[in-house]
């Protein structure tokens, strides 16, 4: 895939590519022309907002017993084509500490006090969360209760079901748009491989992490050992790509075999850069990307293929995917700095303690050179990472990190333009707005 950078990370597509789409996933800018947005690619030329016209703000009211409902799932126990524009780095890194056309538009909705819940949110798609957790229990079975029962653990540890969410919202806007009076078997089967495939990962990821703790319970690799975790993991990848295969479209085939080849690309780029001071923002979009944003930039756009809609809807969808994603992974690495170990439900600073540079610390070391020296002794002096911790944020790092992440939600919101007005487009922009609030 090309280079990611940290301006901008919208598709533009032209000739055929392993993700199934209709071009090559590359680099491309959404650029500002009279204050008017839109892509760089021609298919877009006259602006995301021109395809549906205004966006309209819509307020949603759902009973109180669909909260109820909406609540009760999430914390209910279950077993489970131009050619793009090339860009130099010094022209691309827009200066984050100054107030921008993009950010200015969402930091407004975030100052208006009216902070998200996700249950609020998914009470648009409460009845089709019901049924995703009721047939989990049927999609990881009972062969073997060792696995069975690692999976439960961590399907049962507080996950909150965003990416499914997500797939429902998009499958329901979007067959909307193609007259479809529902989703489909093959929208309710996606929305069980992502979350499946998601869990998968969780599991790997804290054994390569070495993590003891995730969402506040111990990790499986903790509770069963290593051997089982990532038998665990393998056995729920292996799972999802049989229920995968069965779907039967070869694009969306594609795109979610993609991902997994991406979480792999991720790890490796992470481990062979640990305590690097010397990579770039855009080397850690990259790695953003292929840990976080990929699976959901390929939900959405696969949800779209399965409601029917046209080419141009389908690569938005996958545009809102991913800086949704990108967006969601920088607060992550923010909250890693602000937050105290119980709020976050692991370790503080964990990241940093491993050699893993985000955000924050890549814009600290550009004002701060006492942080490098640090870093390049992995923290061997007592006392060396309270002084890190305290240099990132003396550096700035935490307030141009807040700036990427909500250019990041402002990009995706614009991918929504193409969406008519209703719930369901409503609260995909409020999971911007969520994801963003928690750094408010």
Not at 226 to 241: C, E, K, P, W, Y
Not at 310 to 316: A, I, K, T
Request: charged share 20%; with cysteine; net charge negative.
């Amino acid at each position: 895939m090309g280079s990611l950078t940290a301006s901008s990370l919208q598709l533009c597509w032209g000739g055929v590519d392993n993700r199934g789409m209709s071009g090559r996933v590359s680099s491309a800018n959404v650029v500002s022309q009279n204050g008017k947005w839109g892509c760089s690619s021609n298919s877009s030329k006259n602006g995301f907002a021109s395809m549906y016209g205004q966006r309209k703000n819509v307020c949603c009211k759902f009973s109180s017993v669909d909260m109820d409902r909406a609540d009760s799932i999430l914390n209910s126990v279950v077993i489970p084509t131009p050619t793009p524009t090339d860009f130099a780095d010094s022209d691309e890194l827009q200066d984050l500490n100054k107030p921008t056309v993009a950010s200015s538009t969402l930091t407004g909705k975030l100052d208006s006090g009216n902070r998200m819940s996700l249950s609020s949110l998914m009470t648009a798609v409460v009845d089709d969360l019901q049924i995703l957790n009721n047939n989990l229990q049927a999609v990881v079975g009972a062969e073997n209760p060792m696995l069975t029962s690692a999976a439960e653990q961590i399907f049962s540890a507080g996950g909150k079901r965003m990416r499914p969410a997500l797939v429902f919202l998009v499958s329901r806007a979007t067959a909307q748009m193609a007259g479809l009076k529902d989703v489909t078997p093959q929208h309710r089967r996606l929305a069980e491989i992502i979350e499946m495939i998601h869990t998968a990962s969780l599991i790997h990821d804290d054994v390569l992490d070495e993590s003891d703790v995730r969402r506040g319970k111990k990790t499986i690799h903790q509770l069963y050992g290593t051997r089982v975790a990532v038998l665990a993991g393998d056995f729920l990848f292996a799972q999802s790509s049989w229920y995968l295969a069965n779907l039967e479209n070869l694009e969306v085939i594609k795109l979610i075999s993609q991902v997994i080849k991406d979480f792999a690309n991720g790890e490796i780029k992470q481990a062979s850069s640990l305590f690097d001071c010397d990579i770039s923002l855009q080397d850690y979009l990259d790695k953003s990307f292929y840990k976080t944003a990929s699976l959901i930039a390929a939900s959405t756009r696969s949800a779209a293929i399965f409601s029917g809609v046209n080419s141009s809807v389908c690569d938005q969808m996958y545009n809102y995917g991913m800086n949704l994603g990108l967006a969601f992974q920088v607060v992550d690495d923010i909250l890693d700095f602000t937050q105290s170990t119980a709020q976050l439900g692991k370790p503080a600073a964990s990241d940093l303690v491993k050699g893993n540079l985000t955000a924050p610390v890549l814009f600290a070391l550009e004002q701060e050179p006492k942080l490098r020296e640090i870093i390049d002794s992995e923290f061997t002096e007592e006392g060396s990472l309270d002084i890190a911790i305290d240099l990132v944020h003396r550096g700035g790092g935490i307030e141009r990190s807040q700036s990427l992440a909500k250019q990041k939600g402002d990009l995706a919101i614009k991918n929504l333009q193409c969406l008519p007005s209703g719930a369901m487009r409503s609260s995909l922009e409020g999971m911007i707005k969520y994801v963003l609030q928690r750094i408010d």
